[in-house]
């Protein structure tokens, strides 16, 4: 794996009083401190665990605060920082209505993501996009293999014969594109996203439109 060029990073929005949105996985007031530790105690792990394997990787958060906070006694900013982990603070501009949908409304801040991504890499980089909650157990050798194949990578959540209902995507979309959505809509990712900077960069010109 040529870690010089493989980027590994992951984010952190905090949602300020009066923006809140509902996360079932965790609940609570999303702008509480108290909800806002169990994401940093994540992003702690999630770097901790891919450092011991990536050593040689550059490892990157996102976040909306111009300093991350502290967990009792654990200063999380300074830790990354002695850790070499770039902290990079960018705003959320794809915000959704505040009447769209009460849950998970800080989604689209991966296009804020990747949109400066696209506009700080070479052709050449990998970027490895992953949710905080994740424990790495192995290398990122083989994903950078298959982003040097294939260019970007995502996964069907179908794929392991999970069969989900997408008939609410194939509404949204004809919505969206205003005539009928017949086909199947397949959900990917979510979860993690992978691509080398000329693929994320084509990705990343779509999001305005």
Known sequence: MNSSNTHICT?????SEGEESYYPQVGGLSS??????VYL????VFFATSLRVNPAAQHTIYTNLSALP??????????????????VTIPLSYLTPPDYH????NQFYI??????????CTDDDNYIL????????RSASRIVDDLNAYGLLTYDLTCCGTKRSNSTLQSLYSDLSQSPMTEDVIYYGGE????KGCELKKVSAAFPT
């Open 11 to 15: 984010w952190f929005y905090a949602e």
């Open 130 to 137: 992953l949710d905080s909650d994740c424990v790495w157990l």
């Open 111 to 120: 296009f804020d993501i990747l949109q400066h991504i696209s506009q700080n």
């Open 192 to 195: 993690w996203f992978a691509a």
């Open 32 to 37: 509480s401190s108290k909800f806002q530790a």
């Open 102 to 105: 009460n849950e998970w409304r």
């Open 41 to 44: 105690r994540c992003v702690a």
């Open 70 to 87: 502290k967990i009792g006694a654990i200063d999380i900013n300074a830790l990354l920082r002695s850790w070499e982990v770039e902290i």
